[in-house]
């Protein structure tokens, strides 16, 4: 792997790690350097950090808490 590379790996470390639990992308670095931004996506959608998830996670938020809601207003409408 390139040392310039190397370096930018060691700056991040949410990079790194899942490059070590995806060697595949060592692999793919190591052919081609400039390859990077793919590097950043892949890793993104692994670690579920893009918007579509943290709009779906924010979703089942909101949901969990109006089940909840409805669920103590029909307990105090049974009182």
């Given at each position: 792997?390139?040392?310039?590379?190397?370096?930018?790996?060691?700056?991040?470390?949410?990079?790194?790690?899942?490059?070590?639990?995806?060697?595949?992308?060592?692999?793919?670095?190591?052919?081609?350097?400039?390859d990077l931004q793919s590097l950043e996506i892949a890793?993104?959608?692994?670690?579920?950090?893009?918007?579509?998830?943290?709009?779906?996670?924010?979703?089942?938020?909101?949901?969990?808490?109006?089940?909840?809601?409805?669920?103590?207003?029909?307990?105090?409408?049974?009182?």
């Amino acid at each position: 792997m390139r040392k310039d590379v190397a370096e930018y790996l060691e700056q991040r470390k949410d990079l790194k790690q899942f490059i070590r639990e995806q060697p595949l992308w060592y692999r793919k670095l190591t052919r081609n350097p400039y390859d990077l931004q793919s590097l950043e996506i892949a890793s993104l959608h692994y670690y579920q950090r893009t918007i579509p998830h943290q709009v779906e996670k924010f979703s089942n938020g909101v949901q969990m808490a109006s089940m909840m809601f409805h669920m103590f207003q029909s307990m105090q409408n049974q009182n």
